[in-house]
C-alpha cells in the first residue's frame, strides 16, 4: 500500500514538473509534430486493421444473438454502431495503442535514462521531463482523437462489408441502423474517453521509463510496467467516466 | 574556479560523501581520483547538480549553486559542457544535430550559422565527414569526440569529463586526453576529470583530488603523487606492477 502512494505522489510531481516553462517554444511545437507523426500516423494501419474485424466480429456475433424474430433485423447495425462509438473503438483501439505506443515510449525514455542521455540534458539546464514527455502527451491527446474517428468509420464499415458479404444482414438494413436512434454525444462521450485514454498512455509509460534505474533488464521490466499500469488505468478509468457521464 | 565545501550525501543508510572540500581551479585539470565504489562519480554528480547535498555548499565562481532552484541554475548549466562516460549522445539526431541541440536551445542562431559552429566544434576535435551520420555508425572514440565538440558548442566556463578513456584503446585513450588538455588551455576553462586511468593522471592531472571511502584523502599534483607517502593512495596508483616500477625509477 506505501509502495503505490510512493508511487502516486512520484508520478504526480513528475506530471508537475513537465509544466514548467519551455527552453524554446518553437522547439516544443516541431517535438509536438513529430511525435504526432509518430504516434497516429504510425499507428493507423494496425488501428485500420484492429477496426476492420473488430467491426466484423461485432456485427456478426450481434446478427447471432438477436435471433428473436421481434427484434428487426436493422437492429444489428444500431448494435455494431453503438458499441463500435461508445466502447470498441475508444476503449479497444486505445487499449491496443497502450501497447505499441506505451511499450515505444517508456523504452525510448529509459533507455536514454540508462545511457545518460536525461542527465545529458538536465546538464544543459533543459527541464529533461518537459522536453521528453510533454510533447508526447500532447501529440497524443490531438491525435488520438482523430485516430480514434478514423477507427469507428473503419469499425463501421467493416460490419456493413462482413455483415453483406456473408449475408447476415442485407447492406439495406444495417445502413438503416445506423441512421436510427443516433445520439450524437455518444461521439462526444468517446472523445472525453479518448483524451483522457491518451493522456494515460502517454504519460504513464513516460513515467516509468523516466525513473528506470539499471540497464537493459530494468528498461524492459519499465516498458511492460508501463504497458500494464496503462491497461488498468484505462479500464479503471472507463469505468469512472461510464459512471460519472451516461449512469 | 569551482568551490566545493564540505558536502556529505547519503543514499539509504550509506554515507557515499562524507564532509569533503576541494577547490577545482580555472584554467587547470583538476582531477578526481579513487577506487570503484569510493565516491567519485557521486562527487561529480553533486558538483554538477545532478545529485542534490545533504549538506555542504558547493560554490561556482563565488555563486552558491546548491542553494539554487532548478531555474536559477539554468544561466550555470548553460556554462557546464560535459563528456559523460559512454558519451551520452542523443541516437535519434545526427553528429550534427547533437552538436548543434544546446546552440538550438538556447541561442537564436540561425541555420547556417549552427552548422559553421558544428563544423568548427568537430574540426577542433579533429572529426571530419561525419557530420550526417548517426552516433549508432561511429566508433566509441569518435563518439567521445562528439561528445566533446558538443560539451564545448556553447563555449563553457566548466568542463566536467566522466571516465574519458573508459573502453578505448591507449592511442584513442591519449588522444582524447591531449584535446581535453588543449581545450582547457586554450579556453582557459575549468576542467574536472573522474577518472581511474594512471595514464591520464600521471600525463595531464595538474591538481588531484584521491578520494577514499567517501571521504578526501589527498590532494595534490602527479609530482606529489610520485613522493607521497599516503598508504591508501599509494595502494591505489601503484597497484600494477608497471606503475611500481615506475615508482621505484622515480
Redesign the interface.
Known amino acids: 500500500m506505501s509502495n503505490t502512494l510512493y508511487e502516486v505522489g512520484r508520478y504526480s510531481v513528475f506530471i508537475k514538473s513537465l509544466f514548467y516553462k519551455p527552453e524554446k517554444f518553437s522547439i516544443y511545437v516541431r517535438q509536438v509534430f513529430r511525435e504526432m507523426v509518430n504516434l497516429g500516423i504510425g499507428s493507423l494501419w494496425l488501428v485500420a486493421l484492429t477496426s476492420a474485424f473488430m467491426g466484423a466480429v461485432i456485427t456478426i456475433q450481434s446478427a447471432y444473438n438477436l435471433v428473436n424474430p421481434m427484434v428487426p433485423l436493422w437492429a444489428v447495425g444500431v448494435v455494431a454502431r453503438d458499441s463500435i462509438i461508445i466502447e470498441f473503438s475508444p476503449t479497444i483501439i486505445m487499449l491496443v495503442l497502450a501497447g505499441k505506443v506505451g511499450s515505444n515510449i517508456a523504452s525510448e525514455i529509459g533507455t536514454m535514462r540508462v545511457t545518460e542521455q536525461i542527465d545529458a540534458l538536465e546538464i544543459m539546464g533543459i527541464n529533461s521531463s518537459g522536453y521528453l514527455v510533454l510533447p508526447k502527451i500532447i501529440a497524443a491527446i490531438i491525435i488520438c482523437p482523430v485516430v480514434v474517428i478514423v477507427s469507428m468509420i473503419i469499425g463501421i464499415t467493416g460490419g456493413w462489408i462482413a455483415g453483406d458479404l456473408s449475408g447476415v444482414v442485407p447492406s439495406a438494413d444495417y445502413l438503416k441502423g445506423l441512421q436510427n436512434q443516433f445520439l450524437p454525444f455518444n461521439v462526444t462521450f468517446a472523445m472525453i474517453k479518448t483524451v483522457v485514454f491518451a493522456f494515460i498512455i502517454t504519460s504513464v509509460p513516460a513515467y516509468h521509463g523516466y525513473y528506470t534505474n539499471g540497464g537493459a533488464l530494468e528498461v524492459g521490466q519499465s516498458s511492460t510496467k508501463g504497458v500494464v499500469n496503462s491497461s488498468i488505468l484505462i479500464l479503471i478509468f472507463d469505468y469512472i467516466l461510464t459512471q460519472l457521464i451516461l449512469a | 574556479m569551482i568551490e566545493v565545501d564540505n558536502i556529505s550525501k547519503t543514499f539509504g543508510d550509506k554515507q557515499v560523501l562524507e564532509g569533503v572540500s576541494c577547490v577545482f581551479e580555472q584554467g587547470k585539470i583538476n582531477l578526481i581520483i579513487g577506487g570503484s565504489g569510493q565516491g567519485k562519480t557521486v562527487l561529480m554528480k553533486c558538483v ?3 545529485f542534490e547535498v545533504d549538506k555542504g555548499r558547493i560554490l561556482y565562481d563565488g555563486r552558491n549553486f546548491s542553494e539554487m532552484s ?2 536559477e ?6 556554462e ?1 559542457g ?1 563528456l ?3 558519451g ?4 535519434s539526431l545526427t553528429v550534427e544535430q547533437n552538436v548543434t ?2 546552440l ?3 541561442t537564436n542562431m540561425s541555420a547556417a550559422e549552427k552548422r559553421d559552429r558544428a563544423n568548427f566544434c568537430l574540426q577542433r576535435v579533429n572529426l571530419e565527414n561525419v557530420n550526417k551520420l548517426l552516433p549508432s555508425a561511429i566508433s566509441g572514440g569518435m563518439k567521445k569526440r562528439v561528445a566533446i565538440a558538443r560539451a564545448i558548442a556553447m563555449n563553457p566556463k566548466y568542463l ?1 569529463c566522466d571516465e574519458p578513456n573508459s573502453g578505448l584503446d591507449p592511442k584513442t585513450s591519449i588522444l582524447i586526453d591531449e584535446l581535453i588538455k588543449e581545450i582547457t588551455e586554450e579556453y582557459n576553462i575549468t576542467t574536472i576529470i573522474n577518472t581511474h586511468d594512471m595514464n591520464t593522471v600521471m600525463s595531464i592531472g595538474e591538481k588531484i583530488i584521491f578520494i577514499y571511502k567517501g571521504k578526501k584523502y589527498w590532494e595534490g599534483s602527479s609530482d606529489d603523487i610520485m613522493r607521497s607517502t599516503n598508504q591508501e593512495l599509494n595502494d591505489f596508483v601503484f597497484a600494477s606492477r608497471w606503475m611500481k616500477a615506475v615508482k621505484q625509477h622515480f
Do not use: H
Open positions: 554538477v547538480g545532478l532548478f531555474g541554475r539554468k544561466p550555470i548549466r548553460q557546464i560535459m559523460f562516460q559512454g551520452a549522445l542523443f541516437d541541440f544546446p538550438s536551445m538556447f566536467f
